[in-house]
T-cell receptor, first 111, second 114 residues
């Protein structure tokens, strides 16, 4: 089955700096890669996703890149703000199927 | 609120008791997923439905766990003879259909087995 590894497990950045979270996956048939943000005690919320026919996608301060050959994808957050502090999960799946999640990255944005 | 809803939000039970959770997906979403999340970990897949058909079950889903989606709308997840290791957040998610992958999560049911 699919296995998703995520690094780093914790990340502390100063407000205004960029943050990068990296994930690798094992199943070459996976073709959908969402990123979720989860605040303490809250539900996971989709922040951006990418499909395997696209190499990069951007939404304001958030971008995701995908390297299918190397089987890794990354989340980039620019101009970080305190409200970006949360746990971020990457995930991978085949089309319209179960998600396999990474172990999460706790992002702390300090003033 | 037209998002995914779950009931109850919290459940405390004694070991050996049975519990049942309910999930109401977003209207017209054909796919419904159950995940379990323990502290400090990502959600782990349990099972999912396409309408009323249960298409896949994880090996994590022992025979004490059963899920149903009888009319293709809401779903229930039952845990029989609960164990302390069942303590976790049980998350439900739904997606529009076969070629629409985006899964929207509910607030979860936090289970504590004493």
């Amino acid at each position: 089955g699919e296995n998703v590894e995520q690094h780093p497990s914790t990340l502390s950045v100063q407000e205004g700096d960029s943050a990068v979270i990296k994930c690798t996956y094992s199943d070459s048939a996976s073709n959908y890669f969402p990123w979720y943000k989860q605040e303490l005690g809250k539900r996971p919320q989709l922040i951006i996703d990418i499909r395997s026919n696209v190499g990069e996608k951007k939404d304001q301060r958030i971008a995701v890149t995908l390297n299918k050959t190397a089987k890794h994808f990354s989340l980039h957050i620019t101009e970080t703000q305190p409200e970006d502090s949360a746990v971020y999960f990457c995930a991978a799946s085949r089309v319209a199927s179960k998600l396999t999640f990474g172990t999460g990255t706790r992002l702390q944005v300090t003033l | 609120d037209t998002g995914v809803s779950q009931d109850p939000r919290h459940k405390i039970t004694k070991r050996g008791q049975n519990v049942t959770f309910r999930c109401d997906p977003i209207s017209e979403h054909n796919r419904l997923y159950w995940y379990r999340q323990t502290l400090g970990q990502g959600p782990e897949f349990l099972t999912y439905f396409q309408n009323e058909a249960q298409l896949e079950k994880s090996r994590l889903l022992s025979d004490r766990f059963s899920a149903e989606r009888p009319k293709g709308s809401f779903s229930t997840l039952e845990i029989q003879r609960t164990e302390q290791g069942d303590s976790a957040m049980y998350l439900c998610a739904s997606s529009l259909g076969q070629y629409q992958e985006t899964q929207y999560f509910g607030p979860g049911t936090r289970l504590l087995v004493l």
